[in-house]
């Protein structure tokens, strides 16, 4: 084999190696592919997940630092309350926005909200209307059943947008 041909075969070996490790140059993400062929989880029930609020466009992978570009968004801290284990735990970190339009809150988010003057953070498990009008059911992941009052569009305060591990 010619040296040129040997030189060639090693940097394509590379450059395929880097874009499988994902340590490709570019702000390209790694995507995983999670295999459909497996029939352990077949009867496994659907879970709303929360609404994409923070997304590919809003996350910057930068040499020495990741930016996320939201608006608004806050750092969160949660007690210790076990409602919502495992996804959220006393050693979680959040990043939360102001929820300014309860038109932007699907089934599935996960959101704080103030009843007799607590914050409680629970994940949106209905949305329904009464003679009231509109009103949340909530419910934490880790509770058998779901929080046992409406919650009023005025009662919504913040809307977790990512959880930090």
């Known amino acids: 084999m010619q040296k040129s041909t040997i030189i060639a075969l090693a940097l394509a070996f590379i ?9 490709s140059f570019g702000t390209t993400p790694v995507l995983e592919q999670v295999q459909e062929s497996v029939s352990l989880f077949a009867d496994a029930p659907d879970v709303p997940s929360p609404s994409d609020t923070l997304g590919l466009r809003n996350i910057h992978v930068l040499p020495n ?27 979680s970190t959040g990043l939360e926005v102001a929820v300014t339009d309860p038109s932007t809150i699907k089934i599935g988010d ?17 949305i329904q209307t009464d ?22 569009p005025d009662q919504l305060r913040r809307k977790v947008i990512g959880i930090l591990y």
């Open 15 to 23: 450059a395929g190696w880097l874009m499988s490790t994902g340590l």
């Open 65 to 91: 630092r990741i930016e996320i570009d939201v608006i608004g968004a806050v750092p969160a801290v949660f007690q210790d309350t076990n409602s919502m284990d495992p996804v959220i735990d006393s050693d």
């Open 131 to 152: 003679a009231d009008g509109l009103y949340f059911v909530m419910k934490g992941d880790n509770l058998p059943t779901t929080d046992p009052f409406k919650v009023r």
């Open 110 to 126: 996960i959101v704080s909200y103030e009843v007799a003057g607590s914050f409680i953070v629970h994940r949106v498990a209905d």
